[in-house]
């Protein structure tokens, strides 16, 4: 049962909290690590959560990470994720589940890592994390909008966000993509709430002359290719840790001038951050960029794509080049391989950046953005907002 957070007699009225969320994850990339570390934080704030894993089996790592959460209850399937090819009867499949497993747990709130399954009947509110889309994906990567054939894609997402109560970013740059692939959200429901690391999971350590990158090998929006491009010209090597099987078994290996160090653990990377002189990331696509901010906070020098929403997350604290120009790439990374100072000024900055981005804070917003949830369902789908007007939860974490 959601309670209120207490108050003097005669003050406004409490915001609504929820005791048990039902949040959904998946076992690829950046999202099941952002459900363990908002899962934790609620916990610290007595807040339960049901944790419904799809997309994948969970490695003995991954399940060990959630049992040590207090609280969590972790409920596992295989089901197609719907932004993998021809998802759609397992969508159907897992929409079922998850109302099975909602009319077990009887959550007061359910935080959907994904779209489609937001139009479900569930008896609680509702309210939707985009951390990506598969449309906004396409047109950062191919310069185009998406092929015809994913039009039942875009259609399903849509529902979802309509059916929300309130929908989620973590950056204001992918708010406003979400409204402009798929409509306005409607007064009151767009939130940016950023993403966000323990500080104590990575820590600088004595940094060494190298360059590092990491990611889903497989995907184009890593842009991978420009690392390779660059890599013989650098006095430096160039390691890339990450897996190179996409989902379906499609590989994409690293080039040879690349070091390939495969799929790590989390503490395997922490500790080969905390050595890196430099983390690269020359994305074409970066909703928040997960592995930049545990880059920041190991203290690396940050060279990134130049993204909007890469420029919002971390301001002067890095370098930008453009992900088309290999040459401002390899300008930017070998001017940081010749200049010390600045390679450690810009890694203080980058860590100095990266611990506003607390669970503490994350979590504290996301009960602000759960209360609006609970306290009444959306307003009318007539009360429009412009696609790019966030929410005071907008601004950046302290």
Known sequence: MARGDGGLSGAAAPRPRPERVLMTADTQGGVWTHALELAAALARSGVATVLAVMGGPLSPAARAAAAAIPGLELVESAYRLEWMDDPWDDVAAAGDWLLDLEERTRPDLVHLNGYCHAALPFRAPRV???????????????????????????????????????????????????????????????????????????????????????????????????????????????????????????????????????????????WWMGRAAIYAFPARYAPFGMSVLEAGLSGCALVLGDLPSLREVWGHAAVYVPADDPGALLGALAHLVRDVARREALGALARRRAVRFSPHAMARRYLQVYAVALAARRPAASQLCPPSTPTPCGTPCE
Not at 158 to 176: H, I, K, T
């Open 128 to 270: 939707v994390v985009g951390h990506a889309c598969l449309l906004s994906w396409w047109r950062a990567v191919h310069r185009r909008p998406a092929p015809v054939r994913y039009e039942r894609y875009r259609a399903r997402v849509a529902e979802g966000l309509r059916a929300a109560e309130a929908v989620v970013a973590p950056s204001a740059s992918m708010l406003s993509a979400l409204a402009g692939e798929y409509g306005a959200l409607g007064l009151g429901r767009g939130h940016v709430i950023p993403h966000a690391r323990d500080r104590r999971r990575f820590l600088p350590g004595a940094k060494e002359r190298f360059v590092f990158a990491t990611g889903r090998l497989w995907d184009e929006a890593k842009n991978l290719a420009a690392l390779e491009k660059v890599a013989p010209h650098l006095p430096w090597p160039v390691l890339v840790a990450g897996s190179d099987v996409a989902p379906g078994g499609v590989g994409r290996r690293a080039g040879e001038s690349l070091c390939s160090l495969g799929w790590m653990s989390e503490g395997e990377l922490a």
